[in-house]
């Protein structure tokens, strides 16, 4: 059975820094895909980072340069620290686990297992 919980969401000021933390269990952080998505109110989803095998990363254009995802394969806990953050990045992001091969790492409907949810307000 797979679980990811996320954590680490909040109010911050722009220009301020959050880290949000996806900890799973049932899936090996490291051993394939993984993303962040977000989605703000009234928009659509939107894949924010990806990382496959825990070295290969992917980002969103409206992230590049600000956000950075990694994992941590003792902690099994896969991470987002966002920099520069400005109101446009507030959503409830989500975590997301082990994606079809040859798809596109930015489409949620390739994904199996999500987390609940956290929500980043940035004002």
């Known amino acids: 059975h797979v679980q990811l919980v996320e954590s680490g969401g909040g109010l911050v000021q722009p220009g301020g820094s959050l880290r949000l933390s996806c900890a799973a269990s049932?899936?090996?952080?490291?051993?394939?895909?993984m993303a962040w998505f977000r989605q703000a109110p009234g928009k659509g989803r939107e894949g924010v980072a990806g990382?496959?095998?825990?070295?290969?990363?992917y980002y969103g254009d409206s992230v590049k340069g600000r956000f950075e995802i990694s994992t941590d394969d003792a902690k099994n806990t896969m991470y987002l620290q966002m920099n520069s953050l400005k109101p446009e990045d507030t959503a409830v992001y989500y975590c997301?686990?082990?994606?079809?091969?040859?798809?596109?790492?930015?489409?949620?409907?390739?994904?199996?297992?999500w987390g609940q949810g956290t929500q980043v307000t940035v004002s």
């Open positions: 990382i496959y095998g825990g070295l290969t990363r």
């Open positions: 997301a686990a082990e994606k079809a091969t040859g798809t596109d790492w930015a489409d949620g409907r390739w994904y199996d297992y």
């Open positions: 049932g899936y090996s952080v490291g051993a394939d895909w």
